[in-house]
């Protein structure tokens, strides 16, 4: 309809070019805007496969595990799809994979460029229709891509081991009454007071760091609670920094951790020296969650590490760095975190 020199898949030579112009000039109005539905939807199918390659690419850099997502088994390479990205096939279970299977990209729609804007003002503190209506996408959208931010945070804290100097404190949260919250939301103090839920903070001079929620069991953790916490994530013989809490001599006996303690005195230099590190990090996370009003008791684990994740890279590399850090690892991540069992009304909380 439109002549076949249109339609030739290569270049136009110069000569050729006024002809093709004056072709398309001649076109009627229906003719035209069908011509230009194919050149859409022709563009539109050329930015989807580049952008998958492209994707792959960034999973390949970034994967945190390479092996089968199904059986960990290592995988072969199995040739590449018409788009360009690499697949590779399990030789235990035989399932075909590519770059992206099993990392956060692999179910994604979006270009990277768009993902990494996304994760960008998400990283910025910027609420789920912010996001939605600064980038033009579904509010639904931001909030997987907030979750996927919320797995690789948890991935980061399970990988964190503490050496050298390591400051722990405890973090207190209030339920909203003794009846328990409503629909499971976590608010401030209102009401009567029952027993509060503990956060421990442990962080190292090197960067790493993570947050363990004592979920098993409301009120001040004891010293078993302490030590099996943070047992294993503390290299034996590392300097410990704290506020003499009694829950934490266990802790320090059992690893042999150099004890480096200062009681909480208003006003008392050696303390506010010795815990300033952590005081500044117990307060920029107060913060964070004040600004995060409504989050359900399941996820607060899971924000305390993403909040400490961005205090810790902030910190020690600047902002830029730390949201190119959490697009690399959302983007070789899988999502492993559903916060599946949500919070419930129990007794626990009478």
Partial sequence: MFGD????????????VPTAREDVSRLSDEELQALAEIVSEEMEKRERESARFAKGLKARATKRDPRCPECAAKLWRDGKRKDGVQTYVCAVCGRKSCDASGTSLASSKMTMPAIEKTITLIMLDCPDW?????????????????????????????ESTLSGHVWIDEMRFAPTMASGCVDGVWNTYAGKIAKDAYLEVAFDCGGSGFCRLYAEKLGTPTRDMVAEALGGRIAKGSKLTHDGAHAHNLLVKRLGLEDDWCKFVPGDKEYESKMKLMSNCCSYLRHCFESHNGIKFSKLEAYANFFLCRWSHVRRHGLKDAISFMVSRVCGTPKSHTFAESFKKTSKWS
């Fill in 130 to 158: 912010v996001v939605s209506w600064i980038l033009g996408i579904d509010e639904k959208t931001a909030q997987f891509w907030r979750g996927r931010c919320l797995d690789a945070s948890q991935k980061w804290s399970a």
């Fill in 5 to 16: 020199e249109l339609f030739t898949g290569r270049p136009p030579s110069p000569e050729r």
